[in-house]
């Protein structure tokens, strides 16, 4: 994977592109011109591991509230805006981290220019953000329908709009709620524009299918080495999209620290309740501040040996069974019901 090819950009003081990591953004759910309300959410979501957050600026008393925002906002903030290149100008007064557009739905080039000076007097970075829906007619009747090609085109476009008015400072995103429509735009975009990629699966559905959606989209493009901020798009509470790509950035050997958690499938050999018990330890070291990888598996042979890397672990037997670390047995004949409570207790203590 080589992520140095695109060029690197600031987002209030977080770096994307050119080889920086990889970041994690979500987009707060709140009404904006709610400062308190909106601001108590980037915090939980900040608490989460979220690296950028995203907030909607429909209208003037979103805008509004953005000056409050900004004196409080406890990550780098970018506004989203459509339509309105007043309310762009507005954040960037306000002092955004970025601007989220669509140069093609604001106007006229004056009104272009007016955005992109705004920002570069801030050094503020503009995202481009080009999907499905917002593809406009003659490419849907020039590609006969949404394409990788179409975005792409689009997209190119609408870098040569800021491009045109001597702004540089540039990321873009291409994305689409069909997973190999969006992987084979993503893949263009790469090979066309140096531009920094934030990649993610528009639309992408609920907390099950949206996962599964963003996991295999995002994650084929990061494992190519394209990508270099993501946001998962769920259905659901924005903490569970920061949960979602941070997972994703682990899978992929993109992100180091917190909690590792692996467990094996259930088979007739098992004899405790391996899923029950699963789940309850998942969700009981989900919250460690350990960089540590914990193991649940189900019977001797999935045990100690198969899991031999992991940190901590227990191997279940009939109706009780064994704590391991890195391997080796540390106490056997754990009663089922108490296996929880002795791994933790294991955890804390060493």
């Given at each position: 994977?080589?992520?140095?090819a ?11 592109g ?6 994690v953004?979500s ?6 011109q ?11 979501l ?11 600026v429909?209208?003037?008393?979103a ?11 406890p ?7 459509h ?15 970025a601007v989220?557009?669509n140069p ?11 955005v ?9 970075p ?7 829906g917002?593809l ?6 020039k590609?006969?329908?949404p394409t990788?090609?179409?975005?792409v ?7 040569e709009?800021l ?5 540089e400072d540039i990321?873009?995103s ?20 140096d531009c920094?990629l934030h ?21 084929t ?8 901020t ?7 509470d ?6 979602a790509?941070?997972?994703i ?5 993109l ?36 960089d540590i990888t914990?193991a649940v ?8 040996g ?14 009780f ?18 296996l ?5 207790a294991l955890?804390?203590?060493?």
């Amino acid at each position: 994977m080589n992520r140095d090819a695109t060029r690197r950009i600031d987002v209030g003081g977080v770096a994307v592109g050119g080889g920086a990591a990889v970041t994690v953004q979500s987009m707060c759910n709140t009404k904006t011109q709610d400062a308190q309300a909106t601001l108590a959410q980037m915090r939980a979501l900040r608490a989460a591991g979220c690296d950028i957050i995203r907030v909607a600026v429909p209208n003037e008393d979103a805008a509004a509230a953005l000056p409050a925002i900004m004196a409080q906002a406890p990550m780098p903030v970018v506004a989203d805006i459509h339509f309105d290149h007043r309310l762009a100008i507005a954040a960037a007064e306000a002092g955004v981290s970025a601007v989220r557009i669509n140069p093609g739905n604001i106007g006229s080039r004056d009104r272009v220019r007016a955005v992109a000076d705004a920002c570069r007097e801030r050094g503020i970075p503009i995202r481009i953000g080009v999907n499905t829906g917002s593809l406009e007619k003659r490419l849907l009747e020039k590609y006969g329908g949404p394409t990788a090609e179409a975005l792409v085109e689009s997209a190119g476009d609408e870098i040569e709009a800021l491009r045109a008015v001597g702004f540089e400072d540039i990321a873009l995103s291409v994305k689409a709620s069909d997973v190999p429509l969006t992987v084979a735009a993503y893949r263009l975009a790469a090979e066309r524009f140096d531009c920094p990629l934030h990649v993610g699966v528009t639309e992408a559905g609920t907390s099950y299918g949206g996962l599964v959606n963003s996991a295999v989209g995002i994650g084929t493009l990061l494992m190519e080495g394209i990508g270099d901020t993501i946001r998962v798009s769920l259905t659901a509470d924005p903490a569970e999209e920061v949960k979602a790509g941070l997972a994703i950035l682990r899978a992929c050997g993109l992100r180091k620290g917190g909690v590792r958690f692996v467990s094996c499938p259930t088979c007739g050999r098992t004899r405790i309740d391996l899923i029950g018990l699963a789940k309850r330890v998942e969700q009981a070291v989900s919250g460690l501040d350990r960089d540590i990888t914990v193991a649940v598996m189900g019977c001797e042979v999935n045990g100690p040996g198969e899991a031999r890397e992991a940190d901590y672990g227990i191997a279940g037997g009939p109706g009780f069974g064994s704590l391991f670390v890195k391997g080796q047995v540390v106490k056997t004949k754990v009663p089922e019901d108490r296996l929880l409570g002795e791994l933790m207790a294991l955890i804390q203590s060493t």
